[in-house]
């Protein structure tokens, strides 16, 4: 595969595609971004809260696998009327992991923001890729270009399992560093050093944890390849709504279901649903993007087998892609 | 010389329709083919078979590929336009630009510039902004930049105002035309290529019905005008196709002798346009 070619097609899906995978996720993070600083400020002046509200502090541990919960809000005594604060600097300068709590409170606020709008952006991208160029005939100008189908599906699938998550670490990554300097900078200012708070952050992951998430997203999107692909042959064989075709194992699941219910004969559709539903379930701690998410020897067969069926569909949608004509 | 495009016996059907019916075809380097059909003929499933855009039955070879099986390979010296205005309607011009330069070696950048110097067409309107005409100005312009072996135009100036279209054909000839390329031209305004093409295909039920160079027309087909007083005399003679004009009558011959038909009237070369009737529409006299 030429190099320059998928290069160029990257950028053409990235073209088509610039307001669900570039300009959406670019606000939600200056949004985010902006609320973090503002909230920084007004915790550092006016706020009646601390820093500490904030404390998210990161174990990663495969012992401990959930996520620390907020310590109490610590009471202030309004009768005392001292400035505020002047609280939150000794929160942050009595408790070494508020500083890196705050970080990974407004990173986790990006990072599940984008992940709801990627499932919604990914699921109908995945269902509409291989459908619209034909429902609107561009695939003829796509066609009189050197690009064979199978360069043009496995971009496609690229930007699915590689282009997106890596926009998020992107967007991740420049929202904690923004939020590491803006604390520095605030926090500085009051007279904390600038070698505990970057060492909180250091120590804490703030800069490791991004790195985490993508792998972990990665992996959750592998165990996903039976869902892709099978989205991806949809989207390849349906002639007018491609949701429908992707939505027709119900169809064998109720039938399964009728099957077991008045002959007593099972099919085994629902129990393959059950067998990939465990699979899924053994690997929930990437789902839900803990950090302490390991890979165990245990996972390899149902990601061998999750890629397999994955490329299987995806195999068949390119042989649509070539073999059928319509256009 | 080795033949472009060789078809030996290709056919296509759809179901009980047959879109083609053992066509067979060679085209050599450096011609200019005209490919005339009326709707429904076969034309477009010809083009695709040659584009490989559609599997066909029989032996098709262009620049000496199975277009179907190498169809990328094939690619990257046959540009065509497939059906005019197709172009995606979110693409900016100056991304559809970058895109053709990123996937094909033989796109020139500063060709399709000069293309689109003069037209009105700014680099950053999105595709959906323009309207049909440009459309399919910015489509030429990009197909007309690579410098392929082989162009397919199919209707490549359908949706044209007059100037352009005069305009498009003398850049067809004067900036891309050249001896080792060859020009597929599908269109129904036969008038306008007619002094531009160097062989005509005619096509109809998904057969060929005419292959001709177009210097052999002359030596083949000869239009007589006749008046009343000599119209049976000229029937007499078999002419593939009558029609009535004002004042009298034009029938069309093939392979008559002209000096026969001179003693009956006045002897001229078919138009293209009149030569496509004739062939469609043959008389009972034949």
């Known amino acids: ?327 | 010389m080795e033949a472009i495009i060789d078809a030996q016996g290709i056919s296509k059907s759809y179901g009980k329709k047959i879109a083609l019916d053992n066509v067979s075809l060679k085209i050599p380097a450096g011609r200019i083919v005209g490919l005339i059909g009326p709707n429904g003929a076969g034309k477009t499933t010809l083009l695709k078979g040659i584009l490989g855009l559609a599997s066909v039955e029989g032996r098709l070879q262009v620049l000496g590929l199975n277009p179907f099986t190498d169809r990328v390979k094939l690619l990257e010296n046959v540009s065509f336009i497939a059906d005019t205005a197709i172009l995606p309607h979110w693409i900016k011009v100056s991304e559809a630009l970058d895109y053709v330069a990123g996937v094909h070696s033989k796109f020139s950048y500063e060709k399709a510039m000069e293309f689109l110097a003069k037209t009105n067409i700014a680099l950053d309107s999105k595709v959906k902004t323009l309207s049909k005409g440009m459309v399919t100005q910015l489509h030429l312009a990009l197909i007309m930049a690579i410098d392929s072996k082989l162009l397919v135009l199919d209707e490549p100036t359908l949706g044209l105002d007059i100037i352009y279209r005069k305009q498009f054909y003398e850049a067809l000839l004067n900036d891309y035309y050249d001896s080792q390329k060859t020009i597929l031209i599908t269109t129904h305004q036969v008038e306008e290529i007619e002094g531009l093409l160097t062989d005509l295909i005619f096509i109809n039920d998904g057969k060929i019905l005419l292959e001709v160079a177009m210097d052999e027309i002359p030596n083949i087909f000869t239009e007589l005008q006749v008046d009343l007083s000599t119209k049976e005399a000229a029937l007499a003679l078999k002419p593939m196709h009558v029609r009535t004009t004002l004042g009298g009558f034009s029938m069309v011959f093939e392979n008559a002798s002209v000096d026969e038909l001179g003693t009956l009237g006045k002897v001229t070369t078919p138009s293209v346009a009149d030569l496509f009737v004739a062939k469609m529409q043959p008389s009972k006299y034949v």
């Open chain 1, 1 to 327: 595969m030429n190099s320059k070619v998928v290069v160029t097609q990257i950028k053409r899906e990235l073209w088509e595609n610039k307001v669900s995978f570039v300009n959406t996720p670019l606000i939600i993070s200056l949004l985010v971004l902006a609320l973090a600083l503002g909230m920084t400020l007004y915790m550092t002046k006016f706020s009646h809260g601390t820093i500490a509200d904030f404390h998210y502090s990161f174990v990663n541990s495969a012992d401990n696998t959930q996520l620390q919960t907020p310590p109490p809000v610590e009471v202030v005594d309004q009768s005392k009327n001292e400035p505020k604060k002047f609280n939150v600097i000794t929160s942050v300068a009595s408790d070494p992991t508020a500083f890196n709590g705050f970080i990974l409170g407004v990173m986790y606020t990006n990072c599940v923001l984008l992940f709801l709008i990627f499932s919604i952006v990914l699921g109908t991208y995945s269902l509409r890729c291989l459908f619209d160029d034909r429902k609107n005939r561009d695939i003829l100008f796509w066609r009189s270009m050197p690009v064979s189908e199978t360069t043009n599906v496995l971009v496609k699938l690229t930007m699915l399992l590689f282009v997106a998550p890596i926009i998020i670490l992107i967007l991740n990554f420049i929202v904690t560093v923004i939020t590491f300097f803006a604390g520095l900078i605030f926090l500085g200012f009051s007279g904390i050093g600038l070698s505990y708070l970057l060492s909180s952050a250091v120590k804490g992951g703030s800069f490791y944890i991004p790195f985490q998430i993508f792998y972990e997203l990665i992996f959750s999107l592998l165990m996903l390849m039976p869902v892709i692909g099978f989205a991806f042959f949809a989207s390849a064989f349906a002639r007018k709504t491609p949701f429908f075709t992707f939505a027709s194992p119900l169809v064998l699941v109720l039938a399964d279901k009728i099957f077991n219910a008045v002959f007593g004969i099972n099919i085994g559709v629902i129990d393959m649903f059950a067998v990939y539903g465990r699979a899924i379930n053994n690997t929930k701690a990437a789902f839900i993007l803990q950090q302490s998410f390991v890979f165990h020897s245990s996972m390899i067969l149902p990601l061998v087998v999750c890629i397999g069926i994955g490329a299987l569909f995806i195999g068949c949608a390119i042989w649509m892609r070539n073999n059928r004509y319509e256009i």
